[in-house]
């Protein structure tokens, strides 16, 4: 079976800290894998996605960046937090091909930028 | 744009009743539609996926409806209980490639109360 990860699982960050988020994916090969935030009030917001190693497409153009160094490997990097980074940062997968494309979410880290 | 509402934003009932959630989405032309779950603080969990071309889906006291022309969709849960408490989030896909987007609404919040 599949299954996601994501850490750290909580972070409190100055403003202007970098950050990096991790999320991996066990039980699957050339997945799918996305980037979502989740703030008070606005929804799910999907931030990056990418269909391979190396292969980063943006959403949502902001200070962040996404980065695949491995197969089932997805990074969320920022060299400068801001404020209005803060939210709950949510990974997720899906088959690279099939009918459905049913993704499929990580448990989540709650970033909060002070 | 495609944009999606679900109404009521919270619902507070007693154990045992029958309820219904509703999706509202404004481009008709959707791949398919999932309904997640949510718990406080915690990850998406996948509950029903329905294709464009099927009317509904049901899984235990979960069954989803869709009626692609008019842009709705309906998760009726039956029989419900207080485990079910949780938010409730509808996603429709735009296309069917396999990294098709997926556009979330604001979710309902459920407590069922013993």
């Known amino acids: 079976s599949q299954t996601i990860h994501q850490w750290p699982a909580t972070l409190v960050q100055p403003v202007g800290s970098p950050l990096s988020l991790e999320c991996t994916v066990e039980?699957?090969?050339?997945?799918?894998l996305y980037w979502y935030r989740q703030a008070a009030g606005r929804g799910l917001q999907l931030l990056f996605y990418?269909?391979?190693?190396?292969?980063i497409s943006s959403e949502v153009p902001q200070n962040l960046s996404a980065s695949r160094p491995q197969d089932r490997q997805f990074i969320l990097s920022s060299k400068k937090l801001l404020l209005s980074d803060s939210g709950f940062y949510l990974c997720a997968w899906s088959w690279a091909s099939g009918m459905y494309n049913e993704q499929f979410f990580g448990p989540g880290t709650r970033l909060t930028v002070l | 744009k495609q944009e999606v509402t679900q109404i009521p934003a919270a619902l507070s009932v007693p154990e045992g009743e029958n309820l219904v959630l509703n999706c509202s989405f404004t481009?008709?032309?959707?791949?398919?539609l999932q309904w997640f779950r949510q718990d406080p603080g915690k990850g998406l969990t996948s509950l029903l996926l329905?294709?464009?071309?099927?009317r509904e889906q049901t899984s235990g006291r979960l069954n989803a409806s869709l009626d692609k022309s008019s842009g709705r969709s309906t998760l009726y849960i039956a029989a419900s209980q207080p485990g079910d408490s949780a938010t409730y989030l509808c996603a429709v896909r735009r296309d069917g490639t396999s990294y098709g987007k997926l556009t979330f609404g604001q979710g309902t919040i459920l407590t069922v109360h013993p």
């Open positions: 329905i294709q464009s071309s099927q």
């Open positions: 039980g699957t090969s050339n997945p799918n």
């Open positions: 481009d008709s032309a959707i791949y398919n």
């Open positions: 990418s269909v391979g190693i190396g292969q």
